[in-house]
């Protein structure tokens, strides 16, 4: 699976990289303000352009000082002061990690020393950097961005973030160098079928301790310190002659609580992994119990159409009677209501205790994902459903599925031919759903429903 490239916007404050980057994701995530040193903490976003989709990366302006009454004072909104080692850290951070870097400039003001001083943090890497000449009234023929040659960067583009002129040709440019720079495989599907595993969860769920206990060597720091791993890990191993590939990967904690610089950056990384992945291992600190970030965690597996394995961890911790894991498994199907399909292992990394299960797991997840149902007893199963629970109906029209397909698997794909789409409600097609499972082995595997119209026959005269 390609991993999605990581695209920094850098600058001074108060250029319009906030607006520019609420430009590129489609939508107003981060606050804008005329003041410098609006922008606090670095924000991500996803883009696509031209059928490349790459993580969008806002911070806040690289501050350099200049001495009150020169041209380049920059005045920072008041109460923002002391966060300026804070943006510049990030903003550097951003520098190395980014995979290209978008270098914001006034077009208005033209080069300040300021820039100067960016520009020289950023020739110290070897990335793609591209300079936007941002605030441009005409992106056509705009002499003045030109100036801006002279920081000795990469290509110069004149635009205006906030009406949207020149960011096409930004874009178009951005998307080469990417390709350029980074080898194929980070844009297309890897050409290797083996399993690809990741390990995600909340810092200190024992993520890390699994990891090793499957490799059976230490190979990743474990530490009782929350936050320990701070990027993605890749392990290969060999598993009854298969090769499988173990992703371990920083916790991802609540939005509100992570700290801004390297912690903000490896949930990055820890979203990377899940893009990369075919199954994942959600790992629960069973003896600190099941929370919202946990049902947020896999909120974001799903979203990315990738099979998973619920890993209650720490087993050996939990107080226990006869009914203890019947009464936790009820709750866990109770809070990861919106995954029923997904298998519930209770574990120990720490001491092994059922661990041989995790892989057996995750490779029968794995199977599932690739399996293809068979076309004739699919449309059998359909044709079932529809007999036992008649479709919905809009007014005096009632949905038809002529014919049913899976056009694709990892994760499968299942192409409806109906009369109409709006006519299927999604109730109904959660219980198409349902009946599917009941009889092909999709445990632990979102699956996809498409539809496609048949087209109406015209009219005879």
Known sequence: MARKPIVAIVGRPNVGKSALFNRLVGQRMAVTHDIPGTTRDRIQGQSDWNGVAFHVIDTGGIEVYQPKGTRDENPLAEGSKEFVPLIRAQALLAVEEADAIIFTVDNQHGITAADEAVAEILRRTNKPILIAANKADDVRYNPDSMEFYGLGLGPVFPISAIHGLGVGDLLDELIKQLRAALPATDFDADEDDHLKIAIIGRPNAGKSTLLNKLLGVERAIVSPIAGTTRDSIDSDIRWHGQRITLIDTAGIRRRGKIEPGVEQFSVIRSMQAIERCDVALLVIDGAEGITEQDEHIAGYVIQEFKSLVLVINKWDAVTKNAHTMSDYLKTVRERFHFVPYAPVLFISALDGQRIHTVLETAYRVYENRCFRAPTAQLNQIVREALDRHSPPTKGTRRLK???????????????????????????????LENRIREVFPFEGTPIRISLRERERREKKD
């Open 401 to 431: 599925i002529f014919y049913a397909t899976q056009v694709r698997t990892a994760p499968p794909v299942f192409l409806l031919h109906v009369n109409d789409k709006t006519l299927l409600h999604f109730s109904y097609e959660r219980y």
